[in-house]
């Protein structure tokens, strides 16, 4: 474990990401036995926030009596959350009382670019059970990506702009400015100039805002908040009225209230490992840039240390694991 203050100038290797989220009011005990009752249920929504929000309140107790236990309940609920959507049909579900409204009517906001193994999509019009290229994708929908799969949007309302996601995603479009996620890993992209979106996680809202075309990594972390690593352009994210820059090669965990010191990913390990990047059919349109910047970054590092920055479970740790040299 390293912590902030004891970590300087790295390069880092590596990049895996999970997911919970918090809470205030009630005692620890209460909301935990409050999210096995909903799990129990089949209610895999309700328990995984109740859960999660248990586990915002022990994120700083690691000896907590009770957090190995809302650990592993997260685990499961997550899994069958991600089953029950998957068995779910298009047919006779309810969105707050209301029938979903047909396919038919769903308009193109997002349209599937790409896609491989499974992904769904939920809410506001009916299920569709296997995203298919193509296909429409309307804001207010819920997408899905199964494990092993992989889906690319394109979004028609502004030319342009892109999100990836792969192994095991969850996450809503809320606006045409928002984006909501809840687990996996993502690839956002734009080729835009002045650029401004809001990613929200369970604990965090990120703003982001760029004024050339910009491309960046982002996952969901254990504590709630987010990982982001630049691929392009210079991008300004704010939290709680913090900003900092990003460039190239730069990663950064927004943490539920505010930033961890930069540090320095090997962007050409990113471009032979990472399946946002290599996963899909046809590469990123940013691929020949990304290259040309992983050679910038590579002339001017003088150290590297073969590590990998793994997840944050509180507000000061995250976890490096540093490998010997062979």
Known sequence: MVTFAKLSHIVLLG??????????????????TRGIELQNKREY????????????MVKNNYNHPLREKIEEAIRVTKGKL???RYASRKLGNKV???LLDTIENEPFDFEVNQVFGKSLARKVWENRDQLKEEDPVGLGRTVTVLPDG???????????????SVQAASFSLISES????YSGSYCLYSTNSDNNLVISSALTDLRL???????????VTTNGGMKVIGLLGRIKLTLNGETKEILPGNLVFCLPNDFSRKMDVELNT??????LLNSFKKPVVFHKKLNQQALLQALRTKNRYRSTVGDVRGNKNFEVTVFPEE
Not at 150 to 164: H, T
């Open 15 to 32: 990049f895996a990401l999970s997911f919970a989220t918090f809470s205030l009011g009630e005692s620890v005990e209460n909301i935990f």
């Open 45 to 56: 929504d309700g328990a995984l926030w109740e859960l999660n929000k248990a586990m915002g």
């Open 82 to 84: 991600v089953v029950s």
């Open 96 to 98: 707050q009382g209301n």
């Open 150 to 164: 992989g889906v690319e949007l394109y979004a028609n309302f502004s030319p342009g702009f892109s999100l990836r």
């Open 178 to 181: 928002e984006i909501s996620l």
């Open 209 to 219: 805002s760029s004024e050339q075309p910009f491309a960046m990594m982002v996952g």
């Open 270 to 275: 990113l471009l032979m490992t990472s399946k």
